[in-house]
């Protein structure tokens, strides 16, 4: 089994949570996920954690397995599901951060005015 997580997820680990100084058995579990290439992140969660140049940053850093480049594939993958389940999506929030460059990228997910897009095909007529 895999497992996809953003930054919010790795900040809630990391700092939130599980602190490794506190858990540092988990670390440890986490590490063996990402080097076995079953801890992922998309890229865009590399560069997020790259502006603030944190413990976690540098983690990610030493499991480069772990990052995964955002393809095309990925974004389809990504409209598909967030269109699939849209109440998995917050609608009345600004989304920022990976999670709404992902939704952006896809064609999908709520707008910057609290909307929800059903479909990469009614942007793309859009920004024809």
Not at 21 to 45: K, N
Request: charged residues 20%; contains cysteine.
């Amino acid at each position: 089994m895999s497992y996809s997580v953003d930054t919010s997820a790795l900040l809630n680990w990391w700092v939130r949570y599980y602190p490794p100084d506190v858990f540092p058995s988990l670390q440890m579990q986490m590490e063996t996920l990402a080097d076995d290439g079953q801890f992922l992140s998309i890229d865009e969660v590399q560069r997020e954690l790259q502006k603030k140049d944190d413990a976690l940053h540098r983690w990610t850093l030493h499991h480069p397995n772990m990052v995964v480049a955002m393809d095309a594939a990925i974004q389809t993958q990504a409209r598909d599901a967030i269109n699939g389940y849209p109440s998995l999506i917050p609608t009345k929030s600004v989304m920022g951060g990976s999670a709404g460059s992902l939704c952006h990228r896809a064609g999908a997910g709520p707008r910057m005015d609290g909307g929800n897009r059903r479909g990469f095909q009614a942007q793309q007529a859009t920004h024809t």
